[in-house]
């Protein structure tokens, strides 16, 4: 089994004239949060659209490794076959829950599939089945579990819409967890939070990680989240990468902080030369 979870290589997405990500590689490890971060469009939701088939990129290669040793190409991939054969799960910018519905019964639906494959989709296997009881009983014990994660416990009957904006964020978490994925990709989880939300969304991934080795790849403006978590930060400038490593490295790379900055290209030997000093 190989500890590289996901391999990025020379991606590439043109939209029209326009090269939105430029032979653009990298690679996640298993069990590890790797932050994908850059300013204002340079590409991160084009790479994440790109690993989870909302797009299918113009070149390039994603690999996805899973722990019982299987690979998948995901670009070759149909998109509805990324979650349940590659077993990628995702959440996005804007929440899509079903707000009708209770807390609890988002969990339960999300694991509609595996409930139907249970039931040998019969109407016999829905009422007597005993792999379906045993599977709905898991079910159920599986929902349990990631409200308790997600600190919803007590709002487990509540229509989901009625949350506050960082509990319905964390129930999306959940509910992607409750589908057993391998990788988990957030697209900025942690906007619109408060300082408080943030910490709790912090304390939730961090648990992930520890708790299921479940490998997250996150896109995220908010900084003290990503330095805080992160093992790993890629960071892209204009559809390319300009740095990878750990958060302490990247906080301190000239060209990094050129990036946020907006300083031209000059400057950043400026900045190198301040940050040798330590005068920034
Ligand atoms: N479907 C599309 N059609 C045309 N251009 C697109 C499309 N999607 C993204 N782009 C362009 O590709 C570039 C990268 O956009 P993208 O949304 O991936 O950046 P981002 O880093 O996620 O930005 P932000 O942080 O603002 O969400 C931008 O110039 C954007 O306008």
């Not at 029209?16 to 490890?29: V, Y």
């Not at 989709?121 to 009881?133: E, H, M, N, V």
């Not at 599986?142 to 960082?166: E, I, K, Q, S, V």
């Not at 967890?177 to 912090?202: F, K, Q």
Request: charge should be negative; hydrophobic fraction near 40%; include cysteine.
């Amino acid at each position: 089994m190989t500890d590289t979870i996901l391999k990025v290589e020379h991606l590439s997405m043109k939209f029209g004239g326009l090269m939105a990500i430029n032979d653009f590689s990298f690679e996640a490890k298993r069990g590890n949060i790797t932050a994908l971060i850059g300013p204002n469009g340079a590409g991160k939701t084009t790479v994440f659209n790109c690993i989870t088939g909302f797009y299918k990129p113009t070149m390039g290669m994603i690999t996805l490794n899973q722990k019982n040793g299987h690979s998948f190409l995901l670009e070759r991939l149909p998109d509805f076959e990324i979650p349940k054969k590659a077993k990628v799960a995702r959440t996005f910018q804007n929440i899509r829950l079903f707000s009708g519905l209770t807390v609890l019964e988002n969990l339960l639906v999300a694991q509609h599939n595996a409930l139907m494959r249970a039931s040998g989709y019969t109407i016999l296997g829905l009422l007597g089945l005993p792999s379906y009881k045993r599977k709905e009983k898991e079910a159920i014990e599986l929902a349990r579990f990631w409200l308790d994660r997600a600190n919803l416990m007590d709002r487990a009957d509540d229509p989901a819409g009625d949350l506050p904006y960082g509990a319905q964020r964390r129930l999306e978490i959940a509910r992607a967890m409750c589908t057993g994925p391998e990788l988990l990709c957030l697209d900025e989880p942690a906007a619109g939070l408060n300082p408080r939300e943030s910490a709790v969304l912090n304390e939730l991934l961090q648990g992930i990680r520890a708790e299921t080795g479940t490998s997250v790849l996150l896109i995220e403006h908010d900084m003290s989240v990503v330095m805080e978590i992160s093992d790993h930060v890629v960071v892209l400038e204009y559809g390319q990468k300009i740095s990878d490593g750990t958060p302490d490295h990247v906080k301190n790379d000239p060209k990094v902080i050129a990036a946020y900055l907006g300083v031209e290209d000059e400057e950043v030997d400026e900045i190198e030369d301040q940050l040798d000093e330590g005068t920034i």
